[in-house]
């Protein structure tokens, strides 16, 4: 534990004194540092293109004009799934299997997902998700749109309210959440379980997307002792729905957020949950993932490896008795898309102005796109 304990003081400190945030788009890479103080913070950024110093030089030192650089672009990028072999952490699996077994990881570890999510993350996985909600804008929509409903019912009688609207005015969609850890920010920013004490179908939904149905069965056992009933059977602010983030069970443009935390890197076909993610989102939707990603400074990223290989796994072991299930997780994190593959793979999906946010070093980025 004393590794454990070494990597959160460190992971903290980085997270409290730089916050690192990085872009990259389709015609070329931008990397913004963000450095936080306690009474001010500096901006800068530095657009980087494809000519080096020694060139500038060599052309300096002749008579002939320097060459035009040429245009940045996006590196080239295949299929996430190419044949009939993919990857299952560092073993080589048939594309069927993979799912299964993904499938039996989180079975196993339904019970205990906030407790593995704080092994995975050393705790600062609730930094992330808290910082996941303040990007998405859902608190300040939320007061705009319970404000405007409140203004609305006041100049309408009982006899015209039939309830025969049933479109809501923010539909939220978070997959691969199935034990709600993320939802409920979303419900709390709301103010669902407020709005649940008055009658009505609530204007603000958020439907919990999962293929696993024991992770679901945990958290909509976890929202009604949380929460109560009336918020899933009377208002229907929170739905939970089992469904795979590469074929959505839901109508085209249904929704106006999609979200998905720590879960792209367990679908198949990262290319075909986009492009489904996509078609869910209304004209205009937003597109936010969080997921682990490829730590960018040399120090941490040696740390993050030795926590990650030696501590995870027998974490996992001593306390769910499954060393295997971490194990994986550990390793699917190094088999992901590095930070600027997502953002080309969301481009190639069809998304508008891509980017990211790092946080933590690179140890997990927040991409999003419309």
């Not at 560092?90 to 069927?96: K, Q």
């Not at 999510?117 to 998700?129: I, P, T």
């Not at 609207?165 to 923010?170: P, V």
Request: proline content about 4%.
């Amino acid at each position: 534990m004393t590794a454990a304990r070494r990597f959160v003081a460190n992971a903290a400190t980085a997270c409290t004194r730089h916050k690192i945030i990085s872009s990259s788009k389709a015609k070329g890479s931008i990397s913004q540092i963000s450095i936080a103080g306690s009474n001010h913070r500096a901006h800068s950024s530095t657009t980087i293109r494809h000519s080096s110093t020694a060139n500038r030089n060599d052309a300096a030192s002749t008579s002939s004009p320097p060459p035009p650089p040429p245009s940045p672009q996006s590196p080239p990028i295949g299929s996430y799934v190419s044949g009939p072999i993919t990857h299952f952490g560092y073993e080589s699996v048939s594309i069927n299997e993979k799912e299964g077994r993904v499938k039996k990881v989180f079975e196993n570890v339904a019970d205990n997902y906030d407790v593995m999510n704080d092994f995975m993350s050393a705790g600062l996985h609730r930094y992330w998700k808290d910082e996941l909600l303040r990007m998405t804008g859902v608190e300040p929509m939320a007061k705009a749109i319970r404000r405007r409903a409140s203004l609305n019912y006041a100049h309408v009688s009982d006899d015209d309210v039939d309830g025969s609207d049933n479109a809501s005015l923010l539909s939220i969609l978070d997959v691969a959440g199935g034990t709600g850890d993320v939802a409920f920010r979303f419900v709390d920013a709301a103010k669902c379980e407020e709005r649940a004490k008055s009658s009505g179908k609530d204007e603000i939904s958020v439907t919990v997307c999962d293929i696993n149905p024991e992770m679901l069965r945990v958290g909509e056992a976890r929202a009604r002792k949380k929460y109560g009933s009336a918020l899933l059977d009377d208002t229907s602010a929170l739905k939970f729905v089992e469904g795979n983030a590469q074929y959505l069970p839901f109508e085209d443009e249904s929704f106006d957020l999609y979200t998905i935390a720590f879960g792209l890197r367990n679908v198949t076909d990262v290319d075909m949950a986009l492009r489904d993610a996509l078609r869910v989102l209304k004209p205009g939707g937003r597109f936010l993932c969080l997921e682990f990603s490829h730590v960018t400074t040399v120090p941490l990223a040696t740390l993050y490896d030795a926590y990650s290989f030696n501590v995870i796994p027998k974490l996992g072991e001593m306390v769910a008795n499954d060393r295997d299930s971490y194990q994986y997780l550990v390793e699917s994190i190094r088999k992901f898309c590095t930070q600027e593959e997502l953002v080309s793979r969301m481009e190639a999906a069809g998304f508008e102005d891509a980017k990211y946010t790092n946080m933590t070093g690179g140890m997990v980025a927040v991409h999003e796109g419309w």
